[in-house]
C-alpha cells in the first residue's frame, strides 16, 4: 500500500515504468506486494498456487501497465486486476475437496478443550467443501463480501459488475451455498 502522501512519488514510478523502467515496475512491485498476496491468498490452494497466482498477477501488470491512465489510483488499479486474475484462476482450475489445504486454518481458540479444536475444524472443512462446491463466480463475490467484508461498491468496482448485479450473485451464491450445506447436513 502506497503510504500517504506519497501519491506524487508513485505517479512518478508509474510514468517512469510505463516508459520501460524495469527498476521503477520493481519499485512498484515492491509498494504493492502485499496487498496482491492478500488478495491471491483468498483463492489460492496452497503456497506453490500463491506463489503463481501472485507472480502472473503482476505479469498482467506489467502487460496491461501501459494502458493506466491514472483516472483512479495505482492501488485500486492494481487491486482490481489482482481480483479479475483471481476470477480466471477460479474459472480455469478445477478445486477438488482432496487438495484443500487445511494448513491454512488458523484456530484463535487456543485455550479451548481438544473437542472444541475438533469442530472448529470440521465446520471449516464443511464450508470449504461447500465452497468448492460453487462456481467461479459465486465464489468469487462470496469471499470478497464475507471473507475480505467488502462493501456492495466494493466489489462493483472491482470486479467490473454493476452494483444491482453484484446483489443478486451474492444472494444467488449465499443461498446456493445454503442448499449446499443443507444437503451436506441431510446426508
Given at each position: 500500500m502506497t503510504p500517504p502522501g506519497d501519491d506524487a512519488d508513485e505517479d512518478a514510478l508509474v510514468r517512469a515504468a510505463q516508459r520501460g523502467d524495469g527498476d521503477a515496475f520493481a519499485a512498484l512491485v515492491r509498494r504493492h506486494k502485499?496487498?496482491?498476496?492478500?488478495?491471491?491468498?483468498?483463492?489460492?490452494?496452497?503456497?506453490?498456487?500463491?506463489?503463481?497466482l501472485a507472480q502472473d498477477i503482476f505479469?498482467?501488470?506489467?502487460?496491461k501497465l501501459e494502458?493506466?491512465?491514472?483516472?483512479a489510483p495505482f492501488e485500486h488499479w492494481i487491486s482490481r486486476l489482482a481480483v479479475r486474475r483471481c476470477y480466471d484462476y477460479l474459472r480455469r482450475t478445477k478445486f477438488r475437496w482432496d487438495d484443500a489445504p487445511l494448513e491454512a486454518v488458523e484456530f484463535a481458540v487456543r485455550d479451548e478443550s481438544v473437542e472444541?479444536?475438533?469442530?472448529?475444524?470440521?465446520?471449516?472443512?464443511?464450508?470449504?467443501?461447500?465452497?468448492?462446491?460453487l462456481p467461479a463466480d459465486m465464489r468469487l463475490v462470496l469471499t470478497l463480501f464475507e471473507l475480505e467484508d467488502r462493501s456492495v461498491r466494493e466489489v462493483a468496482s472491482l470486479t467490473g459488475w454493476s452494483e444491482a448485479n453484484v446483489k443478486t450473485r451474492g444472494s444467488r451464491a449465499r443461498a446456493r451455498l445454503k442448499e449446499i450445506l443443507e444437503a451436506q447436513r441431510d446426508e
Open positions: 502485499s496487498r496482491v498476496f492478500g488478495i491471491a491468498a483468498r483463492f489460492a490452494r496452497g503456497a506453490h498456487d500463491l506463489e503463481d505479469v498482467r501488470v506489467f502487460q494502458g493506466f491512465r491514472g483516472d472444541r479444536e475438533a469442530e472448529a475444524r470440521r465446520a471449516h472443512e464443511v464450508v470449504n467443501r461447500a465452497m468448492a462446491a
